[in-house]
């Protein structure tokens, strides 16, 4: 990139909060300041980034393959879903909330904008896994980490479906277990290598807003949901880097091979738990499960949270619950991820700020950590449909 260039790209990053402070006191008018949003949003996702390990130390090498021609694909005809079976996933008991991301005013004061301040998510409404649209996003080619902006929204406008321990939580609270379900998309360019990408996340779920205060995408109770390493599978971390001083991967440590290098398990319930990874050897489908092009996936994690874990006090509990369900189009979901205390697997939620922080928000993007903005691909696209909230499990679509 030529210095010019580059002088170009750093004035940019000056003046994106300041865009995405103008853009939200148009679209928004909400209980939190937008403006206030935006550029502590838009710091606070630099300065998380930046914490975050180039490559995470039980990673496997980078899989091998060659780059592919630069042939962007159209994102094909248009599949409108089962509007009834939505509706009534929607009124299933223990639902909080449900956005079909069908028109504009249901993402308005809930999308940033990427590093240029240039791309936004969108409602498109040409491909829907139900309803009359879905939620777009693009990353450009030549794009860095924040390549295509962000959606959030709390469990519920008022701030009441929040969850919490209720072991060493605040006594106040009523909830401690919550799902989240929703359908995503990928153009098969969205399955390639992107260079010096960590993998760009699916979704982030985490500590909500609070009276008068917005929580960041970055908090130390974070749940990821990522193509960690660019594997094409998706897998978890916790934490913001903070429990024990680290990015908790949600993955088993099975042994080590010859060389003294790891073998774990990153989808410990994919296939019965025979889902293995070697350093420098690209994983296999199945017994994992991957990510599928052109088809809406069915996405859901389950949350409940036993006693908080207080962090580097090295005092496990092994009692909270974290699984991930996933289904390709048309069929059953297959547990992937079960950290629970049924399966002997029991997992730690670590909280710094108990009687504070709790679950109540949840954030979608397709952010790359250490992404190469110089390096060229094919514009790639992802789209989300079908989010739904609940204290219960949520049925598959049909």
Not at 200 to 214: F, L, M, N, V
Not at 305 to 326: A, E, F, M, P
């Amino acid at each position: 990139m030529s210095r010019f260039k580059k002088l170009l790209l750093g004035a940019g990053f000056l003046i994106v909060p300041a865009v995405g402070i103008l853009l939200n006191q148009f679209i928004a008018g909400a209980r939190v300041s937008p403006s206030v949003f935006a550029a502590a949003n838009l710091q606070s996702q630099s300065q998380t980034q930046s914490q975050e390990p180039a490559k995470k130390p039980e990673e496997p090498a980078e899989p091998p393959g060659e780059e592919a021609p630069q042939v962007e694909s159209a994102p094909g005809p248009a599949k409108l879903g089962n509007d009834a079976d939505f509706k009534a996933r929607c009124h299933a008991p223990g639902v909080i909330r449900c956005i079909g991301f069908d028109a504009r005013s249901e993402i308005a004061g809930h999308i940033m904008p990427d590093s240029t301040g240039a791309v936004l998510p969108e409602i498109d409404t040409t491909v829907a896994a139900s309803g009359r649209g879905s939620l777009k996003f693009t990353v450009p080619a030549f794009s860095v980490a924040n390549s295509s902006g962000q959606y959030w929204t709390d469990f519920s406008d008022d701030l009441s479906a929040q969850f919490d321990s209720l072991v060493n939580g605040d006594p106040k609270s009523k909830y401690d277990e919550f799902y989240i379900q929703w359908r995503q998309r990928f153009s098969p360019e969205m399955l390639k290598p992107f260079k010096g990408s960590n993998g760009w996340k699916q979704a982030i779920i985490g500590e909500g807003d609070h009276p008068g205060q917005t929580a960041w995408s970055c908090t130390n109770i974070d749940l990821v949901l990522e193509n960690s390493g660019q594997l094409g599978m998706p897998r978890m971390y916790h934490s913001c880097g903070v429990k024990d001083d680290k990015y908790e991967e949600l993955s088993l440590m099975e042994g080590y091979d010859a060389q003294g290098s790891g073998i774990f398990s990153p989808q410990n319930a994919a296939s019965n738990g025979k889902c293995r990874l070697y350093r420098g050897f690209a994983p296999k489908f199945p017994p994992c499960v991957g990510y599928k092009a052109n088809q809406w996936m069915t996405f859901q994690v389950h949350v409940k949270v036993g006693t908080w874990y207080l962090d580097n006090s090295h005092k496990y509990h092994r009692d909270s619950t974290v699984q991930l369900w996933v289904a390709d189009e048309g069929k059953p979901s297959l547990p992937v991820i079960d950290f629970s205390p049924e399966k002997k697997t029991g997992y730690d939620l670590v909280n710094t700020d108990i009687g504070k922080a709790k679950f109540g928000k949840i954030w979608l993007l397709p952010y790359q950590t250490n992404k190469d903005g110089d390096a060229p691909h094919d514009k790639a696209y992802t789209w989300y449909d079908e989010l739904i909230i609940s204290r219960e499990r949520i049925p598959d679509p049909k």
